[in-house]
């Protein structure tokens, strides 16, 4: 069985291609465009996919994409009465799902009923718990998902079991954590879709001043739910827009005036960063925190196994993770390298997998590679055209002057491979510098990366070092803990 699986007409567009329950390639539409968190329809992904797989189009069994549009239709038409224009936005979004058959035979140039694949469309938070469950080593396992807001919910918790996930409980539209993210997000002067990882780095530059605060921006009662003060927010009289500058996407203002009145004057995008915005920096991460914590501790009890599963853009807080054995009782956890809404591809193909076949699990995933990648004589000819130098050398010369050149403080470009899964560079498309020198992070902040000076680096280490540097009980392959 050929499934194809997509993450279409949202931020993180990406495609993904099972056989048989076995992933074979998975891409994200960025990788190709040049567009971070490039939205739309991943063509480009699409077709890398079927071509490393060597599969025809007319060879698809099913498309499994990551919207069902008609999940909690009270809950949305009560909002669209009051937001005709949130409704209409929703809407153009609903019709291009439609015609996303269309969309497919255009990108794969080839006429619509060559594809015979029925289009499975699964819930966004079933996708994302399937996206994680699925490919854990785990046969039984607590399964969460949160982030900004998919179907109209933004956080969905269970149980997963063998091939099935029972999903058990959610929250939705307005109330979301990841909305709750990103509004701070934006008040701090960050405005790119996806701009939350900064802000997680900034936290580590203050204290939590503003607390108290927070813990009225957002509440929990002691269960699987949480609330926000709505007095903070616009998004639930205003909806939710997604424009493109420079081509890539923004979310529209969440926060309001009066989130002014008890924090001060928002940061306006490229002012300096003093110590007040990294204040709240942390207070908002101590916030999630808080609130995730609570989350897990409930889900232990209603879900009393050692194995957790997360997914959704707040999975993707490393800091947050990195705790999670310290502050509740789950002793292992899996969060795949693309745990933000480019792991849906996986996990709409996967959630249809099951569904339809009822077939076995496939190998769990244990590495971030499966991307496209160049033959030597494709580089070589690249090289080449553009008229740039190089040298060819056997891999243990190459390994040497790497390490040599790394140890005088020069700084690396490491290409090799398939590209990875997901937003971490883990060995195959990464910067290398000396992580033991003080100057580095400045110089890679602002001499290569050109971003903000605050900005945390990940240093690796080989696993048999793993435990001389870092205190941790559990590995970490895709750099999310």
């Known amino acids: 069985m050929i499934i194809l699986g997509l993450n279409a007409y949202h931020g993180d567009a990406s ?18 465009t040049r567009v971070k968190h490039a939205a739309g329809f991943p063509a480009a992904a699409v077709r890398y996919c079927l071509r490393e797989a060597g599969v025809e189009p007319a060879a ?64 966004h938070h079933r996708a994302h718990l399937a996206s994680s469950f699925y490919v854990s080593p785990f046969e039984t396992a607590a399964v969460m998902s949160a982030d900004g807001l998919g179907d109209f919910a933004s956080f969905m918790w269970g149980m997963g079991r063998g091939n099935a996930i029972e999903a058990r409980g959610e929250v939705i539209f307005p109330h979301s954590l990841g909305l709750f993210y ?23 530059m203050g204290e939590p001043a503003y607390a108290e605060e927070f813990r009225r921006i957002v509440r929990t ?51 300096p960063v003093d110590p007040r915005h990294a204040h709240i920096a942390a ?47 789950f002793r292992r956890l899996y969060i795949q390298p693309a745990a933000g809404d480019a792991g849906l591809a996986i996990g709409s193909a996967l959630e249809t997998y099951h569904r339809v076949s009822g077939g076995a699990r496939g190998p769990a995933m244990q590495h971030a590679y499966w991307g496209p990648q160049f033959a030597t004589q494709e580089i070589r000819a690249v090289l080449e055209r553009h008229g740039l130098p190089y040298r060819e050398m056997e891999e243990a010369v190459l390994v040497d002057e790497v390490a040599a050149r790394i140890a005088e403080g020069k700084i690396v470009g490491w290409f090799q491979g398939r590209s990875e899964w997901g937003p971490r560079a883990l060995g195959h498309r990464s910067i290398l510098a000396d992580p033991t020198r003080k100057d580095m992070q400045d110089h890679v902040n602002l001499r290569v990366k050109h971003r903000e000076d605050f900005r945390p680096f990940a240093p690796s280490a080989t696993v048999e070092r793993f435990r001389a540097y870092f205190d941790t009980r559990a590995e970490d392959p895709f750099m999310v803990t």
């Open 221 to 271: 009662d002691g269960d699987l739910r949480f609330a926000l003060g709505l007095d903070y927010f616009i998004h639930h009289r205003q909806g939710l827009e997604m424009s493109w500058e420079e081509g890539e996407p923004v979310l529209s203002r969440l926060f309001s005036p009066y989130m002014e009145e008890r924090l001060g004057p928002a940061r306006q995008p490229g002012a």
């Open 60 to 123: 698809l069994d099913h498309v499994a994409v990551a919207r069902r549009p008609w999940s909690r239709f009270l809950a949305k038409a009560g909002y669209a009465l009051r937001m005709p224009k949130f409704a209409a936005s929703r809407g153009r979004v609903v019709s291009r799902v439609r015609r996303l058959r269309a969309e497919l035979a255009r990108a794969l140039d080839v006429a619509p009923d060559v594809l015979r694949a029925p289009v499975r469309r699964v819930e």
């Open 283 to 329: 207070s908002l991460q101590l916030r999630l925190e808080e609130v995730l914590f609570a989350l897990l501790n409930a889900l232990h009890e209603r879900v009393p196994v050692p194995d957790l599963c997360l997914a959704g853009g707040i999975a993707m807080n490393c800091v947050a993770n990195g705790k999670i054995f310290d502050r509740t009782p």
């Open 15 to 32: 495609a993904a291609l099972f056989i048989d329950g076995r992933l074979v390639a998975a891409a994200e539409e960025e990788r190709f």
């Open 182 to 204: 990103t509004a701070l997000t934006q008040y701090l002067g960050f405005w790119k879709y996806g701009d939350e990882y900064k802000v997680m780095g900034l936290a580590a």
